[in-house]
């Protein structure tokens, strides 16, 4: 349960009272999400949650994002190199759930004023028509100091940092035996999940005010959520016992001001994933079975794998899906699509078997023809934007050629030609397993250079370095994380304005940015 890409995904709860929940008084009570049109009543909210761990209950605390009366608009101010949303502004004038948590993100982030970040949302392929909005995916880095909950948050991270480990046990002991009843969704085998879920949600909230990185990750987090049976009513649980587990080990510290903070930004976090959860039950299923139609094996750990979903699976050249195996039940792990749609409805994968890697094991060594797995919603936004000539620079690591593959193709069904520099990076001639599509693609293509890049340290940016210049392309960077970190330096380095640098590892480089 609660899977994030290439990290487990933290749960998250929302807010207390604020007359929406039709009960109120408790803490994290969970708004009450859109209605069906089809139903003739409203869904009725969640109970209650318990205690936290101390035995004393938190003082119900008002979010800042929630005020009395209406939550003012912020004006939005456009990120160079980004280019309005259409889809937001008619968001906007709707009144959309999307919106208004955008809204409480930019609230939470700050007591006083603060400068209003262009946060867009991304929009579901299914309802897509236009280009989708560019969300810079790199590091955020606010020019103001921290706002006063993100410096208690903060404050809370570096304490309990020596005795994480312990903070994580603690949390699943107090999850698990307070609301047995969520052990069902989780994993048979815990070890799998330590370490992955509380750091993800702990991740968002040091990062609370990181808008534009934070609030597409969440929305993509609150709609993946959906294929575990995530509930609104499951995430008070596990806003509680995140409070007790913080309270316990960062104790020396703790005080109503942090515990307040802390609601504050969880509240936020959570009802972000909510509506966006609530918006994508109205128009797609939860996940998608499909069949593995054919199994490709490249080399003795790398396959193709080639699947029929059971119904129409939208989605854009570049994002990527979770994929849950029938052996290990309820582990999803994140693979990019690596071909662009198409009509005959297929999708592709490109799984490289890794040690202890339960799922890509599977993949690889065990799925056949015939076999049916589960797919979840697709995510990512290090898609092309079709509405420029602007040359299109790609970085592909290993396996991370997959989706710069599926980015090729997309620029040649949309027959535009413009300039696509492909640089292709491997430890060995061995592990260029894609090579000759890759080639066959410049052939038919002029537009098109593909470069390969050997080397044993896999240093794919120097590479990018010696040619150029590259301040006119939009960049796209994918493969293993400390690639992508590097290769958005060199890319800064070369000219690239830091808003026309794509990818979707997220996670991992908002950490590393500190």
């Known amino acids: 349960m609660f899977e994030a890409r290439h990290s487990m995904d933290a749960p998250t709860t929302t807010s207390s009272d604020d007359g929406t929940s039709g009960g109120g008084g408790g803490w994290f009570t969970p708004r009450r999400p859109p209605k069906r049109p089809e139903d003739g009543h409203p869904q009725q909210p969640g109970a209650d949650a318990h205690q936290a761990s101390e035995g004393r209950r938190p003082a119900s605390i008002r979010p800042l994002g929630r005020p009395e009366g ?14 309005p949303s259409d889809e937001a502004a008619a968001d906007s004038a709707a009144g959309s759930a999307g919106s208004s948590a955008e809204e409480r993100i930019l609230a939470a982030a700050s007591v006083g004023p603060s400068p209003a970040v262009q946060s867009q949302p991304t929009p579901s392929p299914a309802t897509q028509s236009a280009p989708p909005p560019v969300v810079k995916d790199s590091v955020a880095k606010p020019s103001r100091p921290a706002s ?15 005795v994480a480990d312990q903070v994580t046990s603690y949390f699943y002991a107090l999850l698990f035996t307070r609301h047995p009843d969520l052990r069902p969704m989780f994993p048979a085998a815990m070890d ?30 609150g709609r993946g959520h959906r294929k575990y049976g995530t509930r609104p009513e499951h995430y008070p649980a596990v806003g509680e016992c995140l409070i007790g587990s913080l309270s316990r080990y960062a104790s020396a510290i703790w005080d109503e001001e942090t515990e307040a903070a802390w609601v504050r930004t969880y509240t936020t976090i959570s009802q972000v994933m909510i509506d966006a959860a609530a918006e994508d039950e109205l128009r797609a299923p939860a996940w998608w079975f499909a069949e593995v139609v054919s199994h490709d094996l490249r080399t003795p750990d790398i396959a193709v794998v080639t699947v029929r979903p059971d119904q129409p699976y939208p989605f854009l050249a ?11 039940p309820r582990i999803w792990r994140h693979y990019s699509f ?105 052939q038919s293509h002029p537009w098109l250079s593909v470069r390969p890049v050997v080397d044993e340290r896999a240093q794919l940016p120097d590479a990018v370095r010696e040619y150029g210049p590259w301040n006119e392309y939009d960049a796209y960077l994918s493969g ?33 940015g500190e």
């Open 338 to 442: 690596a071909s662009a749609p198409r009509s005959d409805g297929l999708l592709s994968f490109h799984v490289k078997a890794v040690p202890a890697g339960w799922v890509s094991n599977a993949l690889v060594h065990h799925a056949r023809p015939g076999d049916v797995l589960r797919l979840g919603p697709p995510g990512g936004s290090m898609t092309v934007d079709h509405t420029t000539d602007s040359g299109l620079l790609c970085l592909g690591g290993g396996t991370g050629i997959a989706p710069i593959k599926a980015l090729v193709e997309d620029v040649a069904e949309h027959g535009r030609r413009r300039p696509v520099e492909v640089f292709y990076g491997a430890r060995t001639d061995h592990d260029l397993y894609d090579i000759d599509t890759m080639l066959r693609l410049q």
């Open 192 to 221: 799998t999940q330590r370490d992955r879920l509380l750091k993800a949600l702990l991740t968002a909230a040091e990062h609370i005010d990181h808008t534009d990185v934070l609030v597409s990750y969440l929305k993509n987090l």
């Open 318 to 328: 570049g994002q990527y899906t979770s994929l849950e195996t029938p052996w290990w």
């Open 480 to 512: 293993p994380p400390g690639m992508i970190r590097s290769g958005v330096d060199a890319l800064r380095d070369v000219g690239i304005p830091e808003a026309r640098i794509r990818h979707d590892s997220v996670e991992e480089l908002v950490v590393a």
């Open 148 to 162: 006063p909950d993100a410096a208690l948050v903060q404050r809370t991270m570096a304490e309990i940092g020596p």
């Open 70 to 83: 209406p939550v003012p608009a912020a004006e939005p101010v456009a990120e160079p190199g980004e280019r």
